[in-house]
């Protein structure tokens, strides 16, 4: 079965700071994920996704993720965090092995808490 | 551009009460799916709609059922109302040329609380 695992449940980093929000997954074929952001209250944010070509891939914020086959991972990165960036982080696979309807499976998420 | 609009944003109801949740897509959007997002999880899939139909459904009950118009708004409907049903139910539109490598859109959500 199609899955993805998050395997913090939270990240504290400082502002400034480089940050990593970890992401797994286990699919048959080629994956197609993506990251999307939650802020309280609100539905989900697309940030970024792979679906083919480069590993490291630039999404909204400046944001990027970098794809890595060989480790089945999709871990999202951003060279200096902002307190605005706290929030919850989902990642997400693409289960295109099943009618090609687009469902998504997601992570359980990650919480990214920024100090000042 | 609208994006995704859901109606209404929060909800109470009592056990064993039905309800219905509605969603708008994002404009140029054919294709619906719906999500329950349980408190610190992720969201889950429930059914997803095109051309009016059900295309494919996640592991819910028949108490979850749907709805798709000609315009492409979808309803979500939930009969027999459990307190496990209180969640955010996310509505999520995509077109479906390129519905694979797409990314689909949310709307802010419906908080649906059973009493």
């Known amino acids: 079965a199609q899955s993805v695992a998050q395997p913090e449940d939270q990240v504290n980093v400082a502002e400034g700071n480089p940050l990593t929000v970890k992401c797994t997954y286990s699919?048959?074929?080629?994956?197609?994920l993506f990251w999307y952001v939650q802020y309280p209250n609100r539905g989900l944010q697309f940030l970024l996704k792979y679906i083919t070509g480069d590993n490291l891939v630039k999404g909204s914020y400046g944001f990027e993720a970098e794809f890595n086959k060989s480790q089945t991972s999709f871990h999202l990165k951003k060279p200096s965090a902002l307190v605005s960036d706290s929030a919850l982080y989902f990642c997400?696979?693409?289960?295109?092995?099943?009618?090609?309807?687009?469902?998504?499976?997601f992570g359980q998420g990650t919480t990214l808490q920024v100090k000042p | 551009d609208a994006g995704v609009t859901q109606s209404p944003t929060h909800l109470i109801k009592t056990r064993g009460q039905q309800v219905t949740l509605r969603c708008s897509p994002k404009?140029?959007?054919?294709?619906v799916s719906w999500y329950q997002q349980a408190l610190g999880q992720g969201p889950q899939f429930i059914f997803q709609y095109y051309e009016e139909e059900e295309r494919q459904r996640g592991n819910f009950p028949d108490r979850f059922s749907g709805h798709q118009f000609p315009n492409y708004s979808s309803e979500l409907n939930v009969n027999a109302l459990l307190l496990g049903d209180s969640a955010l139910y996310l509505c999520?539109?995509?077109?479906?040329?390129?519905?694979?490598?797409?990314?689909?859109?949310f709307g802010q959500g419906t908080r649906l609380t059973v009493v």
């Open positions: 699919v048959s074929g080629n994956p197609y």
């Open positions: 999520a539109s995509t077109p479906e040329a390129g519905v694979a490598n797409t990314e689909a859109f």
């Open positions: 997400a696979v693409r289960d295109i092995r099943s009618s090609n309807t687009g469902k998504l499976i």
């Open positions: 404009s140029g959007h054919d294709t």
